[in-house]
């Protein structure tokens, strides 16, 4: 028994620009960071019914499972008061028109193209399995993609290590 | 079945909430969070591409941003750690970050930081009566 | 609205299925909770006055409730965050589980990605337990925290990459599929790799944090710990997210290296139809009513009023399901896979959470340093080698047909030499630096 997909559409991104909406507003870093687990979760879902399944399982283990426990433990390192207590909103900075704009043509544009009928091809069927074609694709047609992923990966434990090391001198 | 503008339109929305964040908020912390959100929206656009498509190549790619996201966001987290640990304000607009991390291992000799053990054990003097 | 309707059911059928598998999990925790307080008790009877039994379990959590309600009075640490540390605890167990597969074709989702998904889910268990202990006490447990995070994100690297050894045994991610490669391949993949099992047995054990293990030490009555408040949260919360860890880590151990719902000789059935072996059917049931006797005669010499009630409940379930693994008997084939299949896995699960916690009361417990230290100087690296003489022993096997003993053995024994060599290396380096004696 399976619900239409459009209920299910429905209800993750519900759930996750409510969340993300108030992820922004909140004061409580905290509480930011587990409405963006919220977030991650309900968009995870939304990757299931694409049936992105490996990307799915990779967002559960590297963004919830380990961005977000870094979020919530640099939460509750790094001076809980101040963190807490600091005015939310820096409405001075005057690149939030430059965003406003963008958002405004973004929108323009939607409307315009669904106005002229559809432009996008419709959504074609894969098939109900596709992790081995990911791991196919992954380690033979964009090994090299793959293998440059290592070297941000690098420079950040490089970077790290050099932060720590400053601080434990 | 549902066209891919769905899609589009939510990955839309969610990057603008993730870049109202990053541009409004002052917290760094926050602010990271925001941008974590951005590369979400992206990777939602990507997957559902791929499926339009019916290939698996945008999966990759969301794979790749994930993992970069993940580096990305624990070098920032460092830093922010790093800077916080003595300006008592977590605020950029007030802080200056290259001074402050080039300042800590000036401050570091005269006092170091206490290490985390110390740090524990103060907190569990401070429990026990 | 036929529409409506189906959305009601399909929520409605969701709904059940969640029900059943928190029951199961609550029945579990309750299991766990009172066999690691008798395990504790038999390992160190003095220290142990109060064993745990059903009652003790309630005057515990009614504690914890009490310095919780007081907690949220005194301490503005607000109302939602303990509660979802709870509810985030509770539901990646709930998830995790409707992964697993339990039989056949016994499972509520057959994921794609089913190891990966549980893994995750059992990362994100992480989050309940340092929500509910950072919490718990206003601003006290940071550092802990830092640390025990570092803890687990560790040895869940090890355990992940002793875990891929069976992975790649197998070829996929899919749950259903590496019980099914066991099935044809004829052995468990512990037999294939049994280092990787035990690297992943070791960094579970390892990773189960200072906390939790100290958490579950029954409380002394003359209510020295009770009040403080710090030790009284940790009962229902932060203990909760650990035993559904263990419960989830219990089931992929068994679930990959185990062989998950398979019975004993599972691949040889038909070789050896006529045979003895045959009878092999007919150990479940009367494993059902052996319990069912031993709990009844248990019962009947029981002084405590409440234990005796425990223990004749617990001789009528097991009576129960006598009848229904017997009854099965006479069922078709898939039937019997099915029912059988499910008291296998959750056999193999109760025999390994068994085998953890006995191994946990006699391992002793370390500083904080050397275990992070073991996990990467030499779990992390040893698992990787492992990796390795398994992705090995699979080569020779397929390329030049090696019999499958002769090259595990082989790999074996080349990932022991390493182990040996990363020991006496990392014990040198050790007294070289003068870190720790």
Redesign the interface.
């Known amino acids: 028994m399976m619900l239409p997909d459009r209920v299910l559409f429905d209800f993750f991104a519900a759930i996750a620009a409510a969340s993300a909406l108030a992820m922004v507003t909140r004061r409580n870093i905290l509480h930011a960071a587990i409405l963006l687990l919220a977030t991650l979760l309900a968009t995870g879902g939304i990757f299931l019914q694409l049936q992105a399944e490996y990307a799915f399982a990779a967002q559960l283990l590297l963004f919830a499972g380990g961005v977000v426990l870094l979020f919530v433990l640099v939460a509750m390192l790094v001076a809980p008061e101040s963190l807490l207590q600091d005015a939310s909103f820096n409405w001075k900075n005057y690149s939030i028109s430059a965003l406003a704009l963008v958002a405004a043509i973004e929108i323009i544009a939607f409307v315009w193209a669904r106005h002229n009928g559809a432009i996008w091809p419709a959504l074609a069927a894969l098939p109900s399995s596709n992790t081995g074609a990911v791991g196919d694709a992954l380690f033979r047609d964009d090994l090299l993609a793959f293998e440059f992923t290592s070297v941000p990966l690098l420079a950040t434990i490089i970077g790290v290590v050099m932060l720590a090391k400053r601080r434990t001198r | 079945m549902i066209p891919v503008e769905h899609y589009l339109a939510f990955g839309l929305v969610l990057f603008l909430i993730g870049a109202g964040g990053a541009l409004l908020r002052r917290n760094p912390v926050v602010i990271l969070m925001s941008i974590e959100l951005m590369m979400v929206a992206v990777t939602i656009n990507l997957i559902a591409f791929s499926r339009m498509w019916g290939a698996v190549n945008g999966q990759l790619f969301s794979i790749f941003i994930m993992a970069d996201a993940a580096a990305q966001t624990a070098l920032a987290l460092g830093i922010v750690v790093a800077c916080s640990a003595r300006p008592r304000t977590a605020d950029v607009a007030k802080s200056e970050p290259a001074e402050a991390i080039q300042g800590v291992s000036d401050r570091d000799q005269e006092q170091p930081v206490a290490s985390i053990d110390e740090e524990a054990d103060r907190y569990a003097e401070r429990l026990q009566p | 609205m036929p ?1 409506a309707l ?2 009601l ?3 409605a ?1 969701g709904f059940l299925d969640a029900i059943l598998i928190v029951a199961f999990l609550l029945a579990g925790i309750a299991c766990i909770a009172i066999s690691e307080s008798r395990i504790a008790q038999s390992h160190n009877p003095e220290s142990a006055q109060a064993g745990a039994d059903l009652s003790e379990l309630l005057h515990r959590l009614a504690l914890s409730l009490k310095a919780y309600v007081r907690g949220l009075l005194v301490q503005d640490a607000g109302r ?2 303990p509660l ?1 540390a709870a509810i985030i605890s509770v539901a990646t167990g709930v998830v995790a589980f409707a992964a697993f597969s339990f039989g056949p074709a016994v499972h509520l989702a057959d ?3 089913g190891l ?2 549980i ?3 059992s ?2 268990a ?2 309940g337990g ?2 509910a202990r ?1 919490f718990s ?1 206003k ?9 025990n ?1 570092v803890r687990a ?1 560790s040895f869940e690297g090890a355990a992940a990459l002793a875990l891929i050894s069976g992975v790649i045994l197998a070829g996929s ?2 749950v259903k599929h590496v019980v099914e490669a066991q099935l044809d391949q004829g052995a468990w993949f512990f037999f294939l790799a049994p280092l990787g099992f035990l690297l992943y047995l070791a960094s579970s054990i390892a990773g189960i944090d200072s906390v939790s293990r100290r958490s579950i030490r029954p409380v002394s009555q003359d209510g020295e710990q009770p009040t ?1 408040s ?1 030790t009284a949260f940790r009962w229902p919360f932060g203990s909760l997210g650990a035993t559904i860890h263990l419960l989830i880590g219990a089931g992929l151990a068994v679930t990959v290296f185990w062989g998950g719902w398979l019975w004993p000789f599972a691949s040889f059935h038909d070789h050896f139809a006529g045979t003895p072996v045959e009878l092999l059917d007919a150990v479940p049931p009367l494993a059902m009513i052996a319990i069912a006797v031993y709990c009844r005669r248990v019962a009947s010499r029981e002084d405590d009023a409440a234990r005796k009630q425990l223990m004749t409940i617990a001789s009528g379930i097991c009576a129960g399901l006598f009848v229904v693994l017997a009854g099965v008997l006479f069922a078709p084939a898939a039937a019997i896979a099915a029912v059988h299949g499910a008291f296998w896995f959750l056999a193999k699960m109760a025999a390994y959470i068994y085998g953890f916690l006995w191994l946990r009361a006699r391992v002793p417990q370390f500083r ?1 340093g050397r275990p992070i230290r073991a996990a990467w100087n030499f779990l992390i690296p040893l698992a990787a080698i492992n990796l390795i003489c398994v992705a090995a022993a699979l080569v020779v096997r397929e390329r030049w047909d090696w019999s499958p003993t002769l090259s595990t053995f082989a790999t074996t024994v080349i990932a022991l030499a390493f182990a040996l060599w990363l020991g006496l290396h990392d014990v040198s380096q050790t007294t070289a630096y003068g870190v720790e004696p």
């Open positions: 529409h189906k959305i059911e399909a929520v059928i939602f965050l979802l994921l794609n990605t990966v998904f893994f995750g889910a990362f994100l992480i989050h340092v929500l950072g006490v601003g006290a447990p940071l550092a802990g925290l830092a640390r995070a994100a991610i899919s403080d710090h904080f």
